[in-house]
């Protein structure tokens, strides 16, 4: 499986971006999905979650109410939109793709795409 991430840039505060992450392997819709972001300061933190059927999801709590994780298996992508941005959700963001198939975990990374919140 090869996750591909994009949609990154520089926005002012305030702002909005939506990020991409687009797999090559058909079965994405088998795979929970996950967003983290790295930041120079701290280890990497899971920012959303969404599992393989897009029924659940879950959120950092420092994201609620802004960032909204989705996907839509037919094109094998997920996407985390992102308001209301502020400087400190700058950072590198990763999506990763995980599941258990009879108690075997597999795990795929992308790899990252820079979102800089700055005026």
């Known amino acids: 499986v090869q996750l591909v991430e994009s949609g990154g840039g520089l926005v002012q505060p305030g702002g909005s971006l939506r990020l991409t992450c687009t797999a090559s392997?058909?079965?994405?819709?088998?795979?929970?999905i996950n967003w983290y972001r790295q930041t120079p300061k701290q280890e990497r933190e899971l920012v959303a979650t969404?599992?393989?059927?897009?029924?659940?999801?879950d959120y950092a709590e420092s994201v609620k109410g802004r960032f909204t994780i989705s996907r839509d298996n037919l094109k094998n992508t997920a996407y985390l939109q992102m308001s209301s941005l502020k400087p400190e959700d700058t950072g590198v963001y990763y999506c990763?793709?995980?599941?258990?198939?009879?108690?075997?975990?597999?795990?795929?990374w992308g790899q990252g795409t820079q979102v800089t919140v700055s005026s």
């Open positions: 392997e058909f079965t994405f819709r088998t795979y929970d």
């Open positions: 990763k793709a995980e599941r258990t198939v009879f108690g075997v975990r597999s795990t795929y």
């Open positions: 969404i599992n393989s059927n897009g029924v659940n999801t």
